[in-house]
Structures are given as structure tokens and as C-alpha cells.
């Protein structure tokens, strides 16, 4: 086989390869969300008729606002509920915040209306961006 041909047979494979897998990575932490659109809207100081996220949650480890930090939330995510996966668990917590509460944590600090004044998209978006903080 001659190298050019054999050199042109790799890349086309290759192509075809990486076209099949959407050019994406293929991760177990996958989400259908964008987590860039979801780092925005975390830093929004208003989602809703709500506080957004950063105002009571902090991205520095062990800083307290209101809610726990988000520090490393993709990781501990996986482990707070064990029939749940991380992305389970932060939808969860998004969606129907008193579900699972972290200790320390009362009821009802949390919002209880982000399922309903947030698009589907939008809590896709932002459990995509929680699932990079690792």
C-alpha cells in the first residue's frame, strides 16, 4: 500500500469517526446543556423573580453566603444520594431543592419556583455548568 494512500485511508476514518461522536466528547458527566450558557446564567444576580445562584452560593471552597459552596460540586454531587447521579442530584436540587438537604441547611431557603421560571434549556444549561466544577 503506498504511504499517501494509506496516510489518506487515516484521515478519512478518522473523520468519519469523529463525525459519528457529533465531534463531542463522549463523557459519563455528559449533560444536555451548554455549560457556558450555564456559567452566565450562574452569574446572573437574578433568575426569575428570584435571586440567581451566585448570590447565595459561593464557587470558593468552604465559603458560606446562604446556601453551601459550589466548590467542587460535581464530584460531591455524585456521592450525596446513592441511587442518584451527579446530574440527577444537582437537577434535583435545582427543581425540588427540599428533596435532599444538605446538613446544616434548613427547608425552604432554597427557591421553590425555578421549575417553573426556568426553561428546560435553561436548568440543562446551568447542571451542565455545575458538572465542571470539580
Not at 14 to 21: D, F, G, M, P, T
Not at 24 to 52: D, H, I, Y
Amino acid at each position: 500500500m503506498k504511504p499517501i494512500f494509506r496516510f489518506s485511508l487515516i484521515i478519512l476514518l478518522s473523520l468519519s469517526l469523529w463525525a459519528c461522536s457529533g465531534g463531542q466528547k463522549n463523557t459519563a458527566e455528559s449533560s444536555p446543556g451548554n455549560a457556558n450558557a450555564g456559567a452566565e446564567l450562574f452569574a446572573k444576580p437574578v433568575l426569575g423573580s428570584q435571586a440567581g445562584c451566585k448570590t447565595c452560593h459561593s464557587l470558593q471552597p468552604g465559603v458560606v453566603i446562604v446556601g453551601p459552596s459550589l466548590a467542587g460540586i460535581a464530584s460531591l454531587a455524585a456521592e450525596r444520594e446513592a441511587d442518584k447521579s451527579a446530574e440527577e442530584y444537582l437537577r434535583e436540587s435545582i427543581t425540588a431543592p427540599n428533596q435532599y438537604l444538605v446538613e446544616g441547611y434548613p427547608e425552604n431557603v432554597m427557591p421553590l419556583v425555578y421549575e417553573k421560571e426556568l426553561t428546560a434549556e435553561e436548568i440543562d444549561s446551568l447542571v451542565a455548568y455545575m458538572l465542571t466544577l470539580k
